[in-house]
């Protein structure tokens, strides 16, 4: 196979230099006016005056932020998929599918040309940001295998059609470049995760992988299932692998079991900020610098103290404005037609010069360690419906996760204070509402819920009578003004209240 990293050597010198003259507040003016000039003759743009943006200042003035559901509501529902001319001027060929919204189950993002050029563009400056930190890498000597869902994309009228990111790329992936990409077209179109893992784990081995992506859960669980077929570590299974990146969930709860799977090779691991709506950042650098901001790439960021996301007077930020250490809800418009969108994420800039960032959480409360995407009205609603399913009143309930180790899969760990629920019976109706429930409700909890794959079945733990007023009584926190935690993203914090929680019988 024809390497082709020399010539992604080249690139990358030319890129870095780039970014190294590069004054990072300029380069979004730019975009925010180039992104302004192409849809000016667009409904949307007509609507708000957009030849009469000079910066970032008008531009607060006149574009007010919105939701999905306030796009899909006032300006995409009436006419989709067709919807070229009205947000982004032409129509889009692509819709990236996304769980979570109130306006139903799933949200369709348009992907415009411009946007995927953009997402290219994006995984170049990856790889270039490999090769200048490792001399010798061959990264494009063998082939790259990425753990996305199926490649199969729905067809909408008009010839459009949507479905997974990774589906949508590899629709667009030209003929001479397939020979680099791995599974085979048969695998890829897989919808049954557990056939398709366990097809992948025969057959890469095979074929020379040199870069493996994916949410950090699917690949351990990829390692988990090369296992199963006598390969005890990435060295084994994959001798020249080069570079593993990996974004989507937060990294600190896996990097355990990524060390020891590593712990022979060579591959260096990085992280990656993609989203349905665009290709936010990127590591550059160390791992403990953040990630860069591409702010040259077809987006435009602002950002919102995130604890002041719903309050209309709260003050609205651009790039040259942000402080490190504050905790944002990140606002972008983007090259395919979203405008002032929240996208409901919240960073922490690490530093300004250049601009890098952490994914600190999300808006509101939700739960996504494994790539779920929970957001707090589906929590709810299962929780109703599970206890009306067990005959039980729930007085309070927590939820956090166990991160999967050698002996048990990843789970949500639920802890219920509601009383008879300890009873066998009523507790497996629980549980398995919970689960039913949240599968319903959401493409990426059921996704994940594959034998084998991803999440393992929910855990409720039955509290005693009294348990969560007495913990908060221990923390001082009791009374109408403060409110029991629901969500506990930290495994570690959560294992310490499950404990704090237990003592009380």
């Known amino acids: 196979m024809i390497n082709a990293t020399p010539l992604l050597r080249l690139r990358a010198k030319r890129r870095q230099r780039e970014l190294q003259a590069q004054d990072p507040r300029v380069a979004q003016t730019d975009q925010l006016q180039r992104l302004l000039h192409r849809a000016r003759g667009t409904k949307f743009g007509q609507a708000h005056g957009f030849d009469q943006i000079r910066g970032p200042e008008d531009y607060r003035a006149q574009v007010p932020l919105r939701r999905y559901e306030d796009f ?3 300006w995409w529902q009436d006419a989709f998929p067709a919807i070229g001319g009205i947000t982004w001027p032409d129509d889009p060929r692509y819709f990236a599918l996304s769980s979570g919204t109130t306006s139903g189950r799933t949200k369709y993002i348009p992907v415009s040309a411009e946007m995927l ?46 479905g997974d990111l990774s589906g949508i790329a590899a629709a667009r992936l030209p003929w001479w470049a397939r020979r680099f990409q791995f599974p085979p077209l048969e695998v890829a179109l897989e919808p049954d995760w557990d056939k398709k893992l366990d097809a992948i784990a025969r057959l890469a081995p095979g074929a020379d992988i040199r870069a493996l992506t994916g949410t950090p859960s699917w690949v351990l669980a990829l390692f988990d299932r090369l296992a199963d077929h006598g390969h005890g570590d990435a060295k084994a299974a994959f001798p020249d692998l080069d570079l593993v990146v990996h974004g989507g969930v937060a990294f600190a709860p896996y990097r355990a079991r990524f060390e020891r799977w590593l712990e022979r090779s060579t591959a260096e691991l990085r992280e990656v900020y993609p989203a349905s709506e665009g290709f936010i950042a990127l590591a550059d650098a160390d791992p403990q610098a953040g990630l860069r901001l591409l702010v040259d790439n077809g987006l435009y960021f602002e950002f919102v103290d995130a604890d002041r996301i719903d309050d209309p007077t709260a003050p609205r930020l651009w790039l040259g404005d942000v402080q490190t250490g504050v905790d944002y809800a990140l606002v972008m418009t983007t090259c395919a037609g979203l405008w002032a969108y929240v996208i409901g994420d919240v960073v922490r800039f690490t530093s300004l010069t250049p601009p890098r960032v952490v994914v600190a959480g999300r808006v509101g409360w939700s739960l996504s360690t494994f790539g779920e995407h929970l957001i707090g009205r589906e929590l709810d609603a299962a929780i109703t419906a599970a206890a009306a399913a067990a005959d039980v009143e729930v007085r309070d309930w927590m939820v956090g996760t166990h991160v999967a180790d050698a ?30 429930s949240l599968a319903q409700a959401n493409d990426d909890y059921r996704a994940h819920r594959v034998d084998r794959i991803g999440i393992a079945p929910p855990e409720v733990v039955p509290l005693a009578d009294g348990a969560v007023n007495a913990w908060m009584r221990a923390r001082g926190k009791l009374g109408g003004q403060n409110k029991v935690p629901r969500v506990i993203a930290d495994t570690a914090e959560f294992a310490r209240i499950r404990q704090a929680l237990a003592v009380v019988r």
């Not at 000597?141 to 067809?155: V, W």
């Open 407 to 436: 002996n048990v899969l990843g789970h949500h760990v639920w802890l219920v204070e509601a009383p008879g629920l300890g009873e066998p019976d009523r507790l497996a109706r629980f549980a398995r509402t919970l689960d039913q």
């Open 117 to 162: 050029a953009a997402n290219t563009r994006a995984g170049l400056d990856l790889l270039s940001w490999h090769v200048l930190a490792r001399p010798q890498s061959r990264v494009l000597g063998g082939r790259s295998l990425m753990l996305g869902g199926s490649t199969a994309l729905e067809p909408l009228a008009g010839g459009a059609a949507a």
């Open 72 to 74: 899909w509501r006032d």
